[in-house]
């Protein structure tokens, strides 16, 4: 089954590892055959990996985009070990990123680990929310 995408002007696509740029028009291609791909609005980089979620993200998807990613699935153990250690509400995130990983099912894996990104969102903000309420009022 074919898929059709759009990108806009200087949009980038990463296609099997190929990092794509758009020209200066919005222009529509149909790509025929299995290959792994991700949407300039999915991919995250290492400059804006800062915090521990984020950087798990950059490791599925260079277990997605890899063609044998056993070194990055270990360092991905490693870092949902660190992740679940400092913060156990995360374990159901994990676990589901896990579940779609054993099966093989790495894009969807990709989009549970933005899930988890949404709810270390939300933690950090009631922490920062907690100290400010904590902090002397002047």
């Known amino acids: 089954m074919a898929l059709r995408i759009e ?3 200087q949009e980038r696509l990463i296609i099997n590892g ?4 758009n020209g200066d028009r919005r222009s529509t291609f149909v790509i025929e055959n ?3 791909f991700l949407r300039e609005s999915e991919i995250l980089t290492e400059s804006e990996a800062d915090t521990a979620a984020k ?3 950059v490791t599925l998807q260079f277990i997605y985009l890899a063609d044998n990613p056993p070194e990055a699935e270990d360092l991905f ?3 949902a ?5 400092a913060s156990p509400s995360m374990a159901p995130y994990i676990l589901a990123i896990q579940d779609e990983l054993s099966a093989s099912q790495y894009h969807r894996a990709i989009k549970r680990g933005r899930e988890l990104i949404a ?4 933690l950090l903000d009631h922490l920062a ?3 400010e309420a904590d902090a002397p009022q002047a």
């Open 34 to 36: 299995q290959c792994k």
């Open 55 to 57: 950087r798990l993200c």
């Open 119 to 122: 709810y270390e969102r939300q």
């Open 77 to 79: 153990v490693r870092q």
């Open 81 to 85: 070990t660190e992740i679940m250690k």
């Open 129 to 131: 929310a907690s100290q």
């Open 7 to 9: 990108l806009k002007p």
């Open 18 to 21: 190929a990092l794509i740029r």
